[in-house]
């Protein structure tokens, strides 16, 4: 069987390659004589392979010493607790820009936890844009701001050069589960990035957390331990039986960006094919782009409609058929969208554009 164009939100394609050599190493990795799935978390082979991992993600995001790295279970999902858990602290008191549902889920963990504050929102327009900000609307004793930098399901992002502006002594923290590592952010301008791999790293069941160290240590006693950054700084992600396999995953990823060129080399295919789909989605008759304002639009998810419902679910059907699939869009937005995260190729970019030119000229 022939693989197919996967444009699924996540969990999400992997580069083949990545696939190949997993497929090459799974019987035997190394000369252990053993899967890495078979190993123990304590092995000298396992904590090459973290340590590797970790290394990479560092070179490749430019991470500055002063963070530390986490590979970390319970999905982003789980981060949303933590976040408030760990940082909301000082004053009780957190902000939170609402650009989409997974923004607003983190809002509402952190509503349990203390004084959290929505400052700016995009739900009146089905979180179809990003919301103004400036510095004024923060409360200056909140303990930090929380973003959701590329927002998946409504295919929008903070550019690298349009992330909040907060005050030295209060952190920006950014959700980059659906666009890191494709293109390159400044870390130094977060206090702590977080990310679900099943999009853009690996498969499902692994969570990477980038802190800053100044930040990790701050939360009260009282909260679960497994709950507390500092158990897992402390125990370098190994305080318990880690995700290992899934960590040896994003390391192939890893491995496979630096020689594709590393994260610059990768923003630029990305733009390319974000900007082929968008100038083919600008100019058709027939399908319309759900994100109007360039400047807002997510290089990773593009959403996309034609205005009728059943031509949009003929489309998915179709689509599907020839080959592309997974390209319904979120429930809450209709139509479509197609994820094209990096393991997405030109050639699949390609592919999906010809196809949606052809169904164009056959529903006239
Ligand atoms: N944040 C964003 C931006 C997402 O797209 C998702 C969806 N996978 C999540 C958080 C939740 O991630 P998880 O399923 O790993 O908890």
Redesign the pocket.
Known sequence: MERVFNFA??PSALPEEVLKKAQEELLCYGDTGMSVMEMSHRSADFAEILDQAKADLKELMEIPDNYDILFLQG????QFSMIPLNLMVHNHKADYIKTGN?AKKAYEQAVKVGDAKVIASSEDKTYSYIPDYDISMLRPDADYLHI?V???IYGTRFAPDRLPETPDNIPLIG?M??NILSEPYDVSKFGMIYA?A??NMGP?GV?VVIIRHDLVGQADPSIPTMLDYKTHVDKDSCFNTPPCFAIYMCGLVYKWLKEKGGVAAMAELNKAKASKLYDFLDNSALFKPTVLNPIDRSLMNVPFVTGDKDLDAKFVKESKEAGLVNLKGHRTVGGMRASIYNAMTMDGVDALIDFMKKFETENK
């Open positions: 939100p996540g999905g982003a999902s789980t997974w959701c590329n927002n998946t959700d589960s659906s679900g099943q999009k499902a969570t």
